[in-house]
């Protein structure tokens, strides 16, 4: 059965074409700083928002108009199963993303729920192999479920705890048999609503305890992929424990994980934390734990993760550059952990999405390839910071200064600042390249 049978599989067409269902900066096999586009990008699409979505929201019925409407249960499942790889080979895409409970309904007991998912995870394994597509990663939903509302790993429920960590163990199982590249953590209810009933040093405690298991288990069964945890500030608990890059990576090295662990970073997650998406990606670079991206945006009228496709041309150069600095994302990609809108309700508007999706990245890569080339903000910030090369400045970076001999350089000597940051011009600048390159 085809799901999308007026649609093609998407080609690049460039800049000048009119054709909404070709790309315009998206062309797989050029080649960018040394390597092609496919290789730099590693798009990723995602399960939940891409098949399972309905369209409710606190307001809103289900409303998405979709091929597989009218199955349930495991039809339901084996049906989208289908849907998936068509559209996997269409958008030329050659990776996906899921939950556990998005591929394969609950049953009663955990013993059933993992009968439906061995079913499903090889029916996806023979798509696999005829396709050649790839898992980026998997995870386990320990949110949506009931059991879940006061926590998984940070439940004051040791039961609560126990369930979870099986989810977890089959949920590795899983990665290994279908060759997972990562596997990723997201704590949806990783945190607490007051502090006046919460033990926040067990929580915590229990949350690390946890991961140390997920690396004892796949120590034994032989993952060897890489494991990522997603920083979320909030929505739907109010504090939760990994709020953002800089709360994560101190909560990894306080409990001894950070060697294990890098993080995938999401563009909306970073807008509601207070910061920019570069901003996150910067500071997981520089303290080697960028691992993996989930590509999308938030509206910033709305204080809610709203999981746009990303268009914001700015922020997907700037996303672009920090990769470029980092070698690539490695193991990771660029996950559409993205959703059309309600109103966007056919089928064909799940191509538009990941098309616009897809070219915006596409040009923020050329840009931001550009940018690096000629060394616009490296000069910047190497001229900007030149007094810490020679002379008191070089004795404050190799650890020779003191307080007292800083104190003599200094106490005779007039300071001030005349020097100007320039940021309207780097502005001005960037917009340039961006229009440009």
């Known amino acids: 059965m085809a799901y999308f049978s007026d649609v093609s599989k998407i080609a690049y067409e460039g800049p000048k074409s009119r054709n ?11 080649v960018v700083a040394g390597k092609t586009m496919a290789e730099h990008l590693r798009f990723a699409v995602s399960y939940w928002h891409t098949l399972t979505l309905q369209g409710n929201d606190p307001f809103g019925l289900p409303n998405m108009i979709r091929p597989w409407d009218g199955y349930t249960g495991m039809d339901l499942a084996k049906k989208r199963v289908e849907a998936t790889f068509e559209f996997l080979e269409k958008m030329d895409v050659s990776m996906f993303c899921f939950h556990d409970r998005d591929i394969a309904p609950e049953g009663d007991t955990l013993r059933e729920t993992n009968k439906n998912l061995d079913v499903i995870v090889s029916m996806i394994q023979d798509y696999m192999k005829t396709s050649g597509k790839k898992l980026l990663w998997n995870t386990a939903n320990m949110f949506s479920n009931p059991r879940f509302v006061h926590g998984a790993a940070s439940s ?111 563009a909306n997650h970073a807008t509601l934390a207070g910061h920019t998406f570069e901003h996150e990606l910067y500071v ?47 193991s990771g990609g660029l996950n559409f ?19 616009v999706g897809m070219d915006s990245f596409a040009r923020g890569l050329k840009v931001a390839a550009k940018l690096i080339e000629d060394k ?11 007094s810490y090369r020679e002379g008191v400045g070089k004795d ?32 001005s600048i960037l917009n340039q390249y961006l229009l440009e390159a």
Request: glycine share 6%; net charge negative; hydrophobic share 40%.
């Open 396 to 427: 404050i970076v190799d650890g020779k200064a003191t307080l007292k001999s800083l104190e003599a350089y200094i106490i005779d000597k007039p300071v001030a600042v005349t020097t100007s940051g320039r940021q309207e011009l780097l502005l």
């Open 284 to 330: 997981s670079r520089i303290h080697n734990m960028l691992g993996s991206v989930d590509a999308n945006q938030g509206d910033p009228l709305l204080g809610w993760d709203t999981d746009e496709f990303p268009t914001d041309m700015y922020s997907t150069t700037l996303a672009m550059y920090q990769i470029l600095k980092n070698g690539g994302l490695h």
């Open 156 to 266: 004051p429920y040791a039961d609560v705890f126990a369930f979870a960590a099986a989810q977890v163990k089959k949920g590795l199982e899983v990665a290994v048999e279908l060759g997972a590249q990562n596997y990723v953590f997201w704590g949806g209810r990783e945190g607490y609503e007051t502090l006046l009933n919460t033990d926040m040093k067990l929580e915590q405690d229990n949350l690390a305890r946890l991961f140390s298991m997920a690396c004892d288990y796949a120590d034994e069964i032989g993952f060897k992929g890489q494991f990522l945890l997603e920083p979320k500030p909030k929505e739907p608990t109010k504090h939760q424990y990994d709020f953002d890059a800089a709360t994560t990576i101190s909560f990894l090295q306080t409990h001894g994980l950070a060697d294990r662990f890098k993080l995938n970073i999401e």
């Open 337 to 355: 952990d993205a959703k059309v809108r309600r109103a966007s309700m056919t089928p064909i508007d799940l191509f538009y999405g990941h098309i």
């Open 376 to 386: 616009v903000f490296d000069n910047v910030i190497e001229e900007r910071y030149s």
């Open 20 to 30: 909404p269902l070709a790309f315009k900066y998206y062309n797989p096999s050029e």
